[in-house]
């Protein structure tokens, strides 16, 4: 009979493992993630172990320095394992797959795939050891961390599993400090958009704002930009990595703020962030780097360094930063610098989501509308890359009513389409890399993808659309019946499907002072599920022709909903009373 694995590891808890001083050992033979891995594996008859790492991650270098420089360890490896490290940044499929496991993730794989053991965060040079003994003793599947599900659920929510949704929601808020119940403290995107999407209740609105505001923590008062979280349970102890897909989030969730609120202080947040972006996560082509290391001296704690003013941080030196160029990564900011403008009127946040997306759209298109991760163009394509240029691209259209960014969001999905659609329900992650794990669908990703779906169907007025959105609703349904944690963005999904989103349409020739000026009053509308038009009768029929407009002889602005439209307002004060009164912000 086979010794249950936590037992082998209580009894390698014992063991001496440690190298011999005489004996010697050679670095760890790391190679990348590929199907080589695992037919090497299967020949030598080794277990194969997988390093998911993050560059900016502290622990991740502790572990460098202290748990793979150690003899013991490089002989275990050498021994029975074939090791694998990935930059979980630049693999979005493995990245989505183990995001709950830390960075850094700890993988252990049977040659033909099959996981064995999983482990989130840093170990030391003894506790590895006895893992990879454990591991080698009794190689069975540890029990009880089981993946969810890609069950198909319905495409709408159940009224039971929004009421157990909301309870979620309502339960896991920290109602003294703000955030969400957790030992990391950090702004859940989803969770505060959906407090702010129902801020007419004073208690969503009290959840949002305390968030807002107690995660200005989280702010670097030198350079600006956001820490990833803090731990303790509290916002005091910030962990000082600065991750692109941090700013963004952040930068859109304060300029959503502020259109609601015209808090000053939501405003200063987000500009103290969009200024970080540009000064030091912008390269000098105008796309955007992944991230910022959180250590000045790889696996030495920083906090000294981080309470300095600039020029004695200058003086001891500056946090690696991490110069790729992703596709996700500029997708995220900017959708962000898109919405910062919606929100402020600030130019210069709309100009560098132009430059970034210019420069995406020339350096990683994979054609058909489609976007690869990085330059390399290997036949890797990830979900992420896509979808965060898709959304880029809508919030480009929006922004600046330009129509050629709609036809790229709308090739976009199309590729997303063919490229990554479940047969039964959601989309998965990635394309297969000729590796034994088969591509899953991950809950973030597709949260944002049945929005954005959703909303691209109502510019474009492509019905298949919403259709693909109901699809990944599929996904997100039979998820919520599992999850134990707040999910808010399955509902803001679910509500979204099942409503319109507010219309304002601006009828003038491109280029018109006052179309130019209504348009303005219509994006600084607050709230981010809205249909912002700009239609120039003379470039042809608009792309979603549901409502007709009368020919006017001046630029005109119409608040429609269900295929109607408000008499027309010719000046911006007019056309911001009446969108008031309509909306009753």
Same mark, same amino acid.
């Given at each position: 009979?086979?010794?249950?694995?936590?037992?082998?590891?209580?009894?390698?808890?014992?063991?001496?493992?440690?190298?011999?001083?005489?004996?010697?050992?050679?670095?760890?033979?790391? $190679?990348?993630?590929?199907?080589?891995?695992?037919?090497?594996?299967?020949?030598?008859?080794?277990?194969?172990?997988?390093?998911?790492?993050?560059?900016?991650? #502290?622990?991740?270098?502790?572990?460098?320095?202290?748990?793979?420089?150690?003899?013991?360890?490089?002989?275990?490896?050498?021994?029975?394992?074939?090791? !694998?490290?990935?930059?979980?940044?630049?693999?979005?499929?493995?990245?989505?797959?183990?995001?709950?496991?830390?960075?850094?993730?700890?993988?252990?794989?049977?040659?033909?795939?099959? /996981? !064995?053991?999983?482990?989130?965060?840093?170990?030391?040079?003894?506790?590895?050891?006895?893992?990879?003994?454990? &591991?080698?003793?009794?190689?069975?599947?540890? @029990?009880?961390?089981?993946?969810?599900?890609?069950?198909?659920?319905?495409?709408?929510?159940?009224?039971?599993?929004?009421?157990?949704?909301?309870?979620?929601?309502?339960?896991?808020?920290?109602?003294?400090?703000?955030?969400?119940?957790?030992?990391?403290?950090?702004?859940?995107?989803?969770? *505060?958009?959906?407090?702010?999407?129902?801020?007419?209740?004073?208690?969503?609105?009290?959840?949002?704002?305390?968030?807002?505001?107690?995660?200005?923590?989280? !702010?670097?008062?030198?350079?600006?930009?956001?820490?990833?979280?803090?731990?303790?349970?509290?916002?005091?102890?910030?962990?000082?990595?600065?991750?692109?897909?941090?700013?963004?989030?952040?930068?859109?969730?304060?300029?959503?703020?502020?259109?609601?609120?015209?808090?000053?202080?939501?405003?200063?947040?987000?500009?103290? &962030?969009?200024?970080?972006?540009?000064? +030091?996560?912008?390269?000098? /082509?105008?796309?955007?780097?992944?991230?910022? %290391?959180?250590?000045? *001296?790889?696996?030495?704690? @920083?906090?000294?360094?981080? =309470?300095?003013?600039?020029?004695?941080?200058?003086?001891?030196?500056?946090?690696?930063?991490?110069?790729?160029?992703?596709? %996700?990564?500029?997708?995220?900011?900017?959708?962000?610098?898109?919405?910062?403008?919606?929100?402020?009127?600030?130019?210069?946040?709309?100009?560098?989501?132009?430059?970034? @997306? $210019?420069?995406?759209? =020339? #350096?990683?298109?994979?054609?058909?509308?489609?976007?690869?991760?990085?330059?390399?163009?290997?036949?890797?394509?990830?979900?992420?890359?896509?979808?965060?240029?898709?959304?880029?691209?809508?919030?480009?259209?929006?922004?600046?009513?330009?129509?050629?960014?709609?036809? #790229?969001?709308?090739?976009?999905?199309? +590729?997303? *389409?063919?490229?990554?659609?479940?047969?039964?329900?959601?989309?998965?992650?990635? &394309?297969?890399?000729?590796?034994?794990?088969?591509?899953?669908?991950?809950?973030?990703?597709? !949260?944002?993808?049945?929005?954005?779906?959703?909303?691209?169907?109502?510019?474009?007025?492509?019905?298949?659309?919403?259709? /693909?959105?109901?699809?990944?609703?599929?996904?997100?349904?039979?998820?919520?019946?599992?999850?134990?944690?707040?999910?808010?963005? &399955?509902?803001?999904?679910?509500?979204?499907?099942?409503?319109?989103?507010? #219309?304002?349409?601006?009828?003038?020739?491109?280029?018109?002072?006052?179309? $130019?000026?209504?348009?303005?009053?219509?994006?600084?509308?607050?709230?981010?599920?809205?249909?912002?038009?700009?239609?120039?009768?003379?470039?042809?029929?608009?792309?979603?022709?549901?409502?007709?407009?009368?020919?006017?002889?001046?630029?005109?602005?119409?608040?429609?909903?269900?295929?109607?439209?408000?008499?027309?307002?010719?000046?911006?004060?007019?056309?911001?009373?009446?969108?008031?009164?309509?909306?009753?912000?």
């Amino acid at each position: 009979m086979a010794i249950p694995l936590a037992l082998v590891l209580s009894l390698t808890s014992l063991w001496p493992l440690s190298a011999s001083a005489t004996t010697s050992s050679a670095p760890i033979a790391w $190679q990348p993630w590929s199907a080589t891995a695992f037919t090497q594996a299967k020949t030598q008859h080794r277990y194969v172990f997988l390093y998911l790492e993050a560059v900016w991650c #502290h622990w991740c270098h502790v572990m460098q320095k202290d748990t793979f420089s150690d003899a013991g360890v490089q002989q275990a490896l050498a021994k029975n394992y074939v090791a !694998i490290k990935v930059d979980h940044d630049a693999n979005p499929l493995l990245a989505a797959r183990y995001r709950d496991y830390g960075w850094p993730a700890l993988i252990f794989f049977a040659a033909d795939g099959t /996981e !064995i053991v999983k482990r989130a965060g840093y170990l030391s040079p003894r506790d590895f050891q006895n893992l990879l003994a454990a &591991i080698v003793a009794n190689p069975s599947p540890e @029990a009880g961390d089981v993946m969810l599900t890609s069950s198909t659920g319905s495409s709408q929510l159940s009224a039971e599993l929004k009421r157990s949704l909301l309870k979620l929601h309502e339960d896991d808020y920290d109602p003294k400090l703000g955030g969400l119940r957790s030992a990391q403290k950090f702004i859940d995107r989803d969770s *505060v958009e959906y407090a702010m999407a129902h801020a007419k209740n004073p208690a969503e609105t009290q959840k949002a704002k305390q968030t807002l505001d107690a995660a200005r923590a989280l !702010i670097d008062p030198v350079w600006g930009g956001a820490y990833q979280y803090s731990t303790g349970g509290d916002w005091l102890h910030p962990h000082y990595e600065k991750i692109m897909r941090v700013q963004a989030g952040y930068l859109r969730t304060y300029a959503q703020a502020y259109a609601l609120w015209h808090r000053p202080a939501d405003l200063n947040t987000a500009l103290a &962030i969009r200024d970080y972006m540009r000064s +030091f996560l912008r390269s000098s /082509e105008g796309a955007f780097y992944v991230s910022q %290391d959180a250590d000045l *001296v790889q696996g030495q704690k @920083a906090d000294d360094y981080f =309470k300095l003013g600039d020029t004695a941080r200058r003086q001891r030196g500056m946090p690696r930063i991490d110069k790729h160029l992703y596709a %996700d990564t500029n997708g995220m900011a900017i959708e962000a610098l898109a919405q910062h403008y919606e929100a402020t009127g600030d130019n210069e946040s709309l100009s560098m989501a132009k430059a970034a @997306a $210019q420069w995406a759209m =020339k #350096h990683r298109a994979a054609g058909n509308g489609g976007f690869f991760h990085d330059g390399s163009k290997t036949h890797a394509l990830y979900l992420s890359d896509n979808l965060a240029m898709g959304r880029a691209s809508l919030a480009l259209y929006r922004a600046s009513g330009e129509p050629q960014w709609l036809t #790229h969001a709308s090739n976009t999905a199309n +590729f997303i *389409v063919r490229n990554f659609r479940d047969k039964d329900a959601g989309f998965v992650a990635g &394309i297969a890399q000729r590796s034994p794990l088969k591509p899953q669908a991950d809950l973030a990703d597709n !949260i944002s993808l049945a929005r954005f779906f959703n909303l691209l169907s109502y510019y474009n007025g492509k019905a298949t659309l919403k259709e /693909e959105a109901q699809h990944a609703m599929k996904f997100l349904s039979a998820q919520a019946s599992q999850i134990d944690f707040e999910e808010a963005g &399955i509902l803001l999904a679910d509500e979204e499907l099942s409503s319109e989103p507010a #219309h304002f349409t601006i009828v003038a020739t491109h280029g018109d002072a006052n179309a $130019q000026a209504l348009y303005s009053v219509a994006l600084r509308n607050a709230g981010n599920y809205k249909r912002v038009e700009w239609w120039d009768p003379a470039s042809g029929p608009p792309a979603n022709a549901d409502v007709s407009y009368p020919k006017l002889p001046k630029a005109s602005a119409f608040i429609c909903a269900s295929g109607r439209c408000s008499l027309p307002s010719f000046t911006p004060k007019d056309y911001a009373a009446r969108i008031a009164a309509t909306t009753g912000q």
